[in-house]
C-alpha cells in the first residue's frame, strides 16, 4: 500500500489554503506513507505531538504572535497526522472486503502405486517427509475440514461453506426446499467467498433445462464481440430472444432473491464452485446446487471474453470440472446461474 497526500500552492482547496496560509508554508505539502506498518509507527508519536501542539498555539495565542518556524513545522506535522487518521477507516474498510478463497474439495492424497490411487492423506503419505509430500490436499480449509479444526457458517460437503437464501432474500436453514413462493429456497450464498448463486430448478424460468446464446450490447463487457441475439425457442419461449443479456434483465426485474443487482459470472468466479474432490460427476455440491445432472446441463456460460479471440467466452463444464472457450455464435447456447456480490 503507497498513500501520497500532497497539496500545492495552486491548490483550490480552501482548507488546505488555509492550513498552508495558517502554518506559514510557501511550498509543496506532501506525506508519502508506504504500508500499514509504517503508518502504525507515526501515529504512536500522535499524542505527544498532539499536546505539543496544543500549548504551542495556546502560547501563540496568549502572546498575540504568529507561530515561529518550529511552532509550524510542528503544526504542520499534526495536520499530516490529522490526515492520516482520517484515512485509516477507510484503507481498514477496503482491506475488509478481500473475499476468502474456496479449497478444491480434495482430501485425499495419491500414493506410491503405479498407477496411483486415492488414499488417506496422511503424513506418512502427504506430508513434507512423506512418500508423496506436499498434496493438495495437505493444505488449506480442506486440511482444515480433515483435522476437525474448521468452523463453518452454514454447511456443505469438504470446506465448502455454504447458506440457502430464500426468494424473499432471507436466510434458510439446510432443510429448505426449492420452490416458487417467498419463503422457498431459490439462491445459495457462499460464505467463503461472499458470492451468492443462483440456483436452478426444473420449471419456470429458471429452468435447467432452458439454454441462452452468449449476447451483450455493452462493449465495456463483451470484449469486442456481441454475440449472437438467439431466438426464443432454446428457453421455452420464456424470453422474447433466449440470449444472457435477457435472461440477467428478466431475473433483475423479478427481483430473484431479493435483490436487483444479479450479473454473470467471470471465469475465475464459476470455478470457485468445482468440487474436485468428487469421485464422479458432477463437479459440484449437489446439495446446494441441483439440477446439475447431466453433462448438457453442466456446461455454463461466464460473462468472460476469450482474450485472444473475442468471438469466444469461457464456460465451465462441471461434468469434467474444467472450463472451456466457446464460439460465442454456438446454436442455442449453454445453461446460465448468475451470481451477485464481490467486485
Given at each position: 500500500?503507497?498513500?501520497?497526500?500532497?497539496?500545492?500552492?495552486?491548490?483550490?482547496?480552501?482548507?488546505m489554503?488555509g492550513?498552508?496560509?495558517a502554518?506559514?508554508?510557501?511550498?509543496?505539502?506532501?506525506?508519502?506513507?508506504?504500508?500499514a506498518?509504517?503508518?502504525?509507527a507515526?501515529?504512536?508519536?500522535?499524542?505527544?505531538?498532539?499536546?505539543?501542539?496544543?500549548?504551542?498555539?495556546?502560547?501563540?495565542?496568549?502572546?498575540?504572535?504568529?507561530?515561529?518556524?518550529?511552532?509550524?513545522?510542528?503544526?504542520?506535522?499534526?495536520?499530516m497526522?490529522?490526515?492520516?487518521?482520517?484515512?485509516?477507516?477507510?484503507?481498514?474498510?477496503?482491506?475488509?472486503?478481500?473475499?476468502?478463497?474456496?479449497?478444491?474439495?480434495?482430501?485425499?492424497?495419491?500414493?506410491?502405486?503405479?498407477?496411483?490411487?486415492?488414499?488417506?492423506?496422511?503424513?506418512?503419505?502427504?506430508?513434507?517427509?512423506?512418500?508423496?509430500?506436499r498434496?493438495?490436499?495437505?493444505?488449506?480449509?480442506d486440511?482444515?475440514?480433515?483435522?476437525?479444526?474448521?468452523?463453518?457458517?452454514?454447511?456443505?460437503?469438504?470446506?465448502?461453506?455454504?447458506?440457502?437464501?430464500?426468494?424473499?432474500?432471507?436466510?434458510?436453514?439446510?432443510?429448505?426446499?426449492?420452490?416458487?413462493s417467498?419463503?422457498?429456497?431459490?439462491?445459495?450464498?457462499?460464505?467463503?467467498?461472499?458470492?451468492?448463486?443462483?440456483?436452478?430448478?426444473?420449471?419456470?424460468?429458471?429452468?435447467?433445462?432452458?439454454?441462452?446464446?452468449?449476447?451483450?450490447?455493452?462493449?465495456?463487457?463483451?470484449?469486442?464481440?456481441?454475440?449472437?441475439?438467439?431466438?426464443?425457442?432454446?428457453?421455452?419461449?420464456?424470453?422474447?430472444?433466449?440470449?444472457?443479456?435477457?435472461?440477467?434483465?428478466?431475473?433483475?426485474?423479478?427481483?430473484?432473491?431479493?435483490?436487483?443487482?444479479?450479473?454473470?459470472?467471470?471465469?475465475?468466479?464459476?470455478?470457485?464452485?468445482?468440487?474436485?474432490?468428487?469421485?464422479?460427476?458432477?463437479?459440484?455440491?449437489?446439495?446446494?446446487?441441483?439440477?446439475?445432472?447431466?453433462?448438457?446441463?453442466?456446461?455454463?456460460?461466464?460473462?468472460?471474453?476469450?482474450?485472444?479471440?473475442?468471438?469466444?467466452?469461457?464456460?465451465?463444464?462441471?461434468?469434467?470440472?474444467?472450463?472451456?472457450?466457446?464460439?460465442?455464435f454456438?446454436?442455442d447456447?449453454?445453461?446460465?446461474?448468475?451470481?451477485?456480490?464481490?467486485?
Amino acid at each position: 500500500m503507497w498513500v501520497d497526500i500532497t497539496g500545492t500552492d495552486g491548490d483550490t482547496s480552501s482548507t488546505m489554503r488555509g492550513f498552508k496560509v495558517a502554518l506559514g508554508i510557501a511550498g509543496p505539502l506532501t506525506l508519502s506513507v508506504k504500508t500499514a506498518r509504517h503508518m502504525q509507527a507515526i501515529l504512536i508519536q500522535v499524542r505527544t505531538l498532539l499536546m505539543r501542539g496544543v500549548q504551542r498555539l495556546r502560547c501563540s495565542a496568549n502572546g498575540g504572535s504568529l507561530p515561529t518556524s518550529i511552532q509550524r513545522l510542528q503544526l504542520k506535522r499534526l495536520l499530516m497526522f490529522a490526515i492520516i487518521i482520517g484515512l485509516l477507516p477507510v484503507i481498514s474498510a477496503t482491506r475488509a472486503k478481500a473475499a476468502g478463497l474456496n479449497d478444491t474439495g480434495q482430501t485425499q492424497c495419491y500414493d506410491a502405486s503405479n498407477p496411483p490411487a486415492l488414499a488417506p492423506c496422511s503424513a506418512t503419505l502427504g506430508g513434507d517427509s512423506g512418500t508423496n509430500p506436499r498434496q493438495d490436499a495437505r493444505f488449506g480449509r480442506d486440511a482444515q475440514i480433515a483435522g476437525q479444526s474448521l468452523t463453518k457458517v452454514g454447511a456443505g460437503a469438504a470446506a465448502f461453506d455454504y447458506t440457502k437464501i430464500a426468494n424473499n432474500g432471507a436466510q434458510l436453514a439446510p432443510s429448505g426446499t426449492l420452490g416458487t413462493s417467498s419463503s422457498d429456497w431459490a439462491c445459495t450464498k457462499d460464505n467463503v467467498t461472499g458470492l451468492t448463486w443462483e440456483v436452478k430448478n426444473t420449471s419456470g424460468p429458471r429452468n435447467v433445462g432452458h439454454t441462452y446464446t452468449w449476447y451483450s450490447a455493452a462493449a465495456t463487457t463483451n470484449g469486442g464481440s456481441s454475440g449472437a441475439i438467439g431466438t426464443n425457442t432454446s428457453c421455452a419461449s420464456s424470453l422474447a430472444t433466449c440470449n444472457l443479456e435477457n435472461y440477467v434483465s428478466a431475473q433483475n426485474a423479478a427481483t430473484l432473491c431479493g435483490a436487483s443487482d444479479w450479473r454473470l459470472p467471470t471465469r475465475k468466479e464459476l470455478l470457485t464452485l468445482v468440487y474436485a474432490g468428487k469421485n464422479a460427476s458432477p463437479y459440484i455440491d449437489t446439495t446446494y446446487f441441483p439440477n446439475t445432472t447431466s453433462a448438457t446441463t453442466s456446461q455454463t456460460w461466464t460473462g468472460s471474453t476469450h482474450a485472444f479471440n473475442s468471438t469466444f467466452a469461457w464456460y465451465v463444464d462441471f461434468y469434467d470440472g474444467n472450463s472451456y472457450a466457446s464460439d460465442k455464435f454456438t446454436v442455442d447456447g449453454y445453461v446460465v446461474r448468475l451470481v451477485r456480490g464481490g467486485q
